[in-house]
């Protein structure tokens, strides 16, 4: 992707935060599942960390052996496919940086933008640990990310994640919304932080914090609605690995259904195969 098209891409991602009305942003694994989500209108989409690691036969998240996790070459030559297979922004899951200095988060965030990508989240977990950074370096890492996307003169949509309203990681709202603004201050765009999802806590933290929020749907309850919480003050709604677990789900059904009665009327509607070779013409 030349640097004219990634400079678009940023511009339109970036528009989307400053929009009216919040939007929707599916989590594509490959170039097929972006070309499809793509094809649906959705105006961006999300790469999912989860949902590429499983494709390639490894963990994701609460990952304690590293070599079982997708490395950092690995993971963006997913990110280069996906980004080129498709004409709308694509947000990269960079997870907590590949790296815990600022230093190593500004790399990473660097690679995003030459790599094609419209915007990108950074966590504050620190990886192969259950637990988040000391919020000083957390927000010095932000910073640093902030500062490569000025000195690349683009409009790189920085995502600053916390993940301290995360069950197992005991944080408060209150904690969420002191790391937030703290994020925003250093120079991130839009706020994530997976675990919140009720109505209620959405209107808390979009009125608590000072800038645009993304919403995980569906990680912990599949009730719940998207158009709901952009009415509750969300900016963009993703979807993480869900839709990439229930793929899978769906494969793993067809397969016992195959083994165990020899069944291949597998419930799910197909798209036809030429449907598909219409989509990815």
Not at 49 to 75: C, H, W
Not at 172 to 180: G, P
Request: proline share 5%; aromatic share 6%.
């Amino acid at each position: 992707m030349d640097q004219k098209k990634r400079g678009e891409m940023a511009t339109r991602f970036m528009d989307l935060h400053k929009a009216a009305q919040g939007f929707i942003m599916p989590n594509a694994w490959d170039p097929g599942t972006a070309r499809l989500l793509e094809a649906e209108g959705f105006p961006a989409l999300g790469s999912t960390s989860a949902g590429i690691a499983f494709s390639l036969g490894k963990q994701d998240y609460n990952v304690t052996d590293p070599t079982r996790g997708v490395q950092k070459e690995e993971m963006f030559s997913c990110l280069a496919k996906i980004a080129n297979a498709v004409s709308i922004p694509v947000n990269g899951d960079l997870e907590a940086g590949y790296g815990d200095t600022p230093d190593a988060v500004a790399n990473t965030v660097h690679l995003a933008i030459e790599t094609g990508l419209a915007g990108g989240n950074i966590e504050d977990k620190k990886p192969y640990a259950g637990e988040l950074y000391d919020e000083d370096l957390a927000v010095e890492r932000i910073a640093a990310a902030a500062e490569a996307i000025r000195a690349a003169g683009t409009s790189f949509v920085l995502t600053a994640r916390t993940d301290a309203f995360r069950p197992h990681l005991s944080g408060t709202l209150e904690t969420v919304v002191r790391r937030a603004n703290r994020f925003l201050e250093a120079g991130a765009t839009c706020i994530f932080a997976p675990g919140i999802e009720g109505p209620s806590t959405i209107k808390t933290l979009a009125k608590e914090v000072d800038g645009p929020i993304n919403i995980v749907a569906g990680l912990y309850s599949p009730d719940g609605n998207a158009h709901d919480m952009i009415n509750a003050g969300a900016q963009r709604i993703s979807l993480g690995g869900s839709i990439a677990r229930s793929t899978l789900g769906y494969v793993r059904q067809c397969a016992r259904g195959l083994r165990d009665d020899g069944s291949f009327n597998f419930p799910a509607p197909q798209i036809s195969q030429d449907d598909l070779n219409n989509l990815f013409a």
